[in-house]
């Protein structure tokens, strides 16, 4: 056998490290405001603080080697229009839990309407399992998508989030034309 050049004698990667399904008690690291044709989104970068799962996120992003690494610990809180929809009141819900969350989290602390007094603040997240489609291939993550207070994530009084699966394809019937039909039936 030829020996080949940089032989290094090493694990090769196992995959990444993936968060389960849970609540977490979590730092924020940044906080911001995402505008796109679809509304405004505060997302949220953290990292777990606590646990078994303590920085987890710093070490994918550390021992990640692509060029175009991303942080993979973000939240993201779709922002009301106050267009009075049905949808507009279920992020508004979403919203005030979240700063409850915060508000609660950590005392003294008071929500005056700018995100970058987020940073540093610790909240309880709730990561549930989410199915994933890409190029063809499919499988399974955790994604952060709901907040509870830091005291009833450490006390586990909180309720898991159902799992997310991609939505059902519809199953689309055979196509025949009269060139493919020979007049004979299959069966």
Not at 46 to 53: F, P, T
Not at 82 to 111: C, L, V
Not at 168 to 174: C, H
């Amino acid at each position: 056998m030829r020996q080949y050049k940089d032989f290094k004698s090493e694990r090769s990667s196992s995959g990444r490290e993936q968060l389960p399904a849970g609540g977490y008690v979590c730092q924020i690291l940044s906080a911001k405001v995402e505008s796109s044709e679809w509304g405004d989104t505060l997302v949220i970068a953290h990292d777990v603080c606590e646990g078994d799962y303590n920085g987890i996120f710093k070490r994918d992003y550390d021992q990640n080697t692509m060029e175009n690494k991303k942080w993979r610990g973000t939240f993201r809180l779709k922002l009301p229009k106050d267009d009075g929809s049905e949808q507009d009141a279920w992020k508004k819900r979403s919203f005030n839990n979240f700063i409850w969350s915060i508000e609660n989290s950590n005392p003294g602390y008071s929500w005056a309407w700018d995100e970058k007094t987020l940073k540093g603040k610790k909240v309880g997240l709730l990561y549930r399992n989410k199915e994933w489609e890409y190029n063809g291939r499919s499988g399974w993550t955790t994604e952060a998508a709901g907040s509870e207070s830091i005291d009833n994530i450490r006390a586990g009084k909180f309720r898991a989030l159902k799992d997310k699966p991609l939505p059902e394809k519809p199953v689309s019937a055979p196509v025949f034309t009269e060139e493919e039909d020979d007049g004979e039936s299959p069966f």
